[in-house]
């Protein structure tokens, strides 16, 4: 069974940092690219970060160029989301999700490019 647990969520001032991680199992994961999307409430669920399934590229929203970091660790099988300098606009739920073909860029923006999520992480930020 495919499975991605996101973690690290919670409650930081404004300026803080916190960092997502998300283990995966059940699949290949290194055969598949990765990426974290975010949902506020009333707002469509939006792409964050992405990285490619041997972790040589990154791709970012703008909004999080230069405060976030997406990485991985295909050996634990986990996925992280590093994010510094959090504004209260970043307050969502976050999600962790595979690509849904392997050893293939997805169109990064695109949820529906991705099969599998993790049940999500709130990261709620203070001003």
């Known amino acids: 069974e495919v499975q991605l647990q996101a973690f690290g969520g919670g409650l930081v001032q404004a300026g803080g940092s916190l960092r997502l991680s998300c283990a995966a199992s059940?699949?290949?994961?290194?055969?598949?690219?990765i990426g974290w999307f975010r949902q506020a409430p009333g707002q469509e669920r939006e792409f964050v970060a992405g990285?490619?399934?041997?972790?040589?590229?990154?791709v970012y929203a703008n909004y999080a160029k230069g405060r976030f970091a997406i990485s991985r660790d295909n050996a634990k099988s986990t996925m992280y989301l590093q994010m510094n300098s959090l504004k209260p606009e970043d307050t969502a739920v976050y999600y962790c999700?595979?690509?849904?073909?392997?050893?293939?860029?997805?169109?990064?923006?695109?949820?529906?490019?991705?099969?599998?999520w993790g049940q999500g992480t709130l990261v709620t930020v203070s001003s």
């Open positions: 990285v490619s399934w041997t972790a040589r590229s990154t």
């Open positions: 059940g699949f290949t994961f290194g055969d598949y690219a």
């Open positions: 999700a595979s690509a849904r073909e392997r050893i293939r860029t997805p169109e990064w923006t695109n949820r529906y490019e991705f099969d599998f």
